[in-house]
């Protein structure tokens, strides 16, 4: 993906070929350390996961939890 490439913020980034399951990790593990946050396994979803919106939503989620 290069700097130029645009999606819609609740498109499929599996189906778009812009993230396979190593870089889902990756993701994951990225998340966790910036946000200072914990996934719990159950929240390990395609809704929470496949799009820009379900990891925003998931993010501000857990953030708002830890408060």
Same mark, same amino acid.
């Given at each position: 993906m290069d =700097? &130029? $490439?645009q999606f819609a913020e609740n498109e499929s980034l599996t189906k778009a070929g812009i993230i396979d399951s190593i870089g889902l990790l990756e993701l994951l593990d990225h998340i966790s350390e910036r946000y200072s946050i914990e996934i719990p396994e159950d929240m390990l979803t395609p809704d +929470?996961? &496949? =799009?820009l919106?379900? #990891? $925003? +939503?998931l #993010?501000?989620?857990l953030k708002t939890e830890r408060s």
């Open positions: =700097s &130029d $490439t +929470n996961l &496949d =799009s919106q379900g #990891i $925003t +939503n #993010i501000v989620k």
